[in-house]
């Protein structure tokens, strides 16, 4: 063990931090998992900031129970920082049954803070910390032991930092009055529905190149199956069976085993008659499916003619607007809603505007507002002493010169 991190592996010492831990204002959290070989990550260390010490938690440790730990980061007052927190709060997740809260990212906070898209976590120690990480070790089985002092120095370098990164961070917020931005994104990043996902909608993943209904529902009630199935036997999906074999079945609809035999991506092999059998009744229920009951392609929307300068107009509206206000460009719109803006009608307006995130919100206060009125006339852009600015429309109107 290296001498100067601080492994916990029993329960009792455990307790003691967590009760140390439950009385701070925040603490900073990180893990180590591996799930190349699971549907599940399979948790190999978890890391905790606190205070007055930073530490590492060996989950694999014989003699711990995790139980007081998952009590301070589920239900706990405390704030839990992360950093690119998804994959984490999934972990816990599946753990738990519960997602921690409050949560804090300070990736999307680095993006609502002017260090641009997805930045990663040894750029914002440099620049926030003076920090310099070594990354060399990302891709360390974890589940082995004994771990090596550079591996523990390694890991625990992940919250150490977060410290001063969170707290800059935090100031900056403080400074631009952006709290209330993050509150809508951490409200986003802990919505149950992304990590308890259901399986009938598995399907949606599943990159394919158009498809008529019953071929959709064939894919639906396969990838339905796959998901059922890698979850009870904790595999990854492919295991079970690869994209590209459930969209060849979905095309050829087999209904036998002498069909199935036909079907190219499959290991015949590997394929056994039981899952076989199983696939065939995946096969059977969608072709017996009533119309009313099959999935509908993704909506295509047409852009109507001549939209596509109008998106140009509003990627410049995005651009000036982001460096403005020091915000990255990705995380206040996408080219699909810049799209969607674009081709708005009167008609659809107050049922669209709610479903597109860059029209509601702090991204409206920023961009959203500006963008509609771009789009209905209301304003103009125009270069004013070397920068691009609003000029109004009615006041361009007010001030053309008279003529005849």
Not at 132 to 159: C, E, G, M, N
Not at 263 to 289: D, G, H, M, P
Request: with cysteine; hydrophobic share 40%.
């Amino acid at each position: 063990m290296a001498e100067d991190v601080t492994v916990i592996n029993d329960t009792k010492t455990l307790e003691a931090y967590t009760k140390k831990w439950s009385k701070a204002k925040y603490i900073t959290i990180d893990t180590e998992f591996i799930r190349e070989r699971t549907y599940w990550p399979q948790l190999c260390l978890i890391q905790v900031g606190g205070p007055d010490e930073s530490v590492i938690i060996d989950p694999l440790a014989h003699e711990i129970n995790l139980d007081c730990l998952f009590s301070l980061i589920n239900s706990s007052p405390v704030i839990k920082v992360f950093h690119a927190a998804r994959q984490d709060l999934e972990l816990f997740y599946h753990l738990t049954g519960l997602l921690p809260n409050p949560v804090f990212d300070t990736q999307i906070a680095a993006s609502v803070c002017g260090f641009g898209d997805s930045v990663g976590y040894e750029k914002l120690a440099n620049k926030l910390a003076g920090a310099t990480i070594d990354k060399t070790l990302r891709f360390t089985d974890w589940s082995r032991r004994p771990l090596s002092d550079r591996q523990l120095r390694y890991a625990i370098s992940d919250v150490l930092y977060l410290r001063p990164v969170y707290e800059k961070l935090s100031e900056n917020l403080n400074q631009s009055g952006r709290h209330k931005w993050i509150d809508e994104e951490m409200s986003a990043l802990t919505d149950i529905n992304i990590y308890d996902v259901d399986p009938k909608i598995a399907w949606r993943k599943i990159k394919i190149r158009g498809g008529n209904p019953r071929f959709l529902a064939i894919l639906r009630e396969i990838a339905a199956w796959r998901e059922i199935e890698a979850k009870s036997r904790n595999v990854p999906r492919g295991r079970i069976i690869r994209d590209e074999a459930i969209t060849e079945i979905a095309a050829q609809a087999p209904t036998s085993l002498k069909e199935f035999s036909q079907i190219r991506s499959l290991s015949n092999k590997k394929t056994s008659k039981t899952i076989s059998s199983k696939l065939i009744n995946c096969v059977e229920t969608a072709i017996n499916l009533p119309e009313k009951d099959l999935p509908l392609p993704p909506l295509r929307r047409e852009m109507p003619h001549g939209i596509g300068p109008i998106v140009d107009l509003l990627k410049v509206l995005l651009k000036t607007q982001c460096e403005n206000n020091g915000v990255s460009q990705r995380i206040v719109a996408s080219n699909s809603e810049l799209e969607q803006i674009a081709a708005l009608s009167g008609n659809e307006e107050r049922s669209v505007i709610s479903k597109i995130p860059a029209l509601n919100g702090w991204r409206k206060e920023i961009f959203g507002k500006n963008a509609l009125d771009l789009k209905d006339g209301n304003i103009a852009l125009a270069i004013i002493q070397g920068k691009i600015d609003f000029i109004s429309v009615d006041k361009l109107v007010q001030e053309e010169p008279k003529t005849g």
